[in-house]
């Protein structure tokens, strides 16, 4: 069964830094696209980055230069780190592969 856990959200100030964690099992971490999503208070959900099976990263126009993904198959675990936050930022966060996603973890970006 495919499981996908995230962590490492919760409050920060503006123009702080997080970083995400997704532990996953029950499938062959690289045998997949691995994302991230994102859904803020009364908005729909957004696309945030993608790492393909080949390494490839692509983000979304509110990710791109500020957040990072990678990934670590020896540990079965997607990763995004969060940097120079904006209070816009603030929504829960969801991975997704293999047709799975996660309970996701809060991100409040706030002074």
């Known amino acids: 069964e495919v499981h996908l856990v995230e962590s490492g959200g919760g409050l920060v100030q503006p123009g702080g830094s997080l970083r995400l964690s997704c532990a996953a099992s029950g499938f062959t971490f690289n045998a997949f696209g691995l994302s991230w999503f994102r859904q803020a208070p009364g908005k729909g959900l957004e696309w945030v980055s993608t790492i393909s099976r080949a390494g490839v990263t692509s983000y979304g126009d509110s990710a791109k230069g500020r957040f990072t993904i990678t990934g670590d198959i020896t540990k079965n675990t997607l990763y995004l780190q969060l940097s120079s936050l904006k209070p816009e930022d603030t929504a829960k966060y969801y991975c997704?592969?293999?047709?799975?996603r996660g309970q996701g973890t809060q991100v409040v970006v706030s002074s």
């Open positions: 997704a592969s293999a047709g799975t």
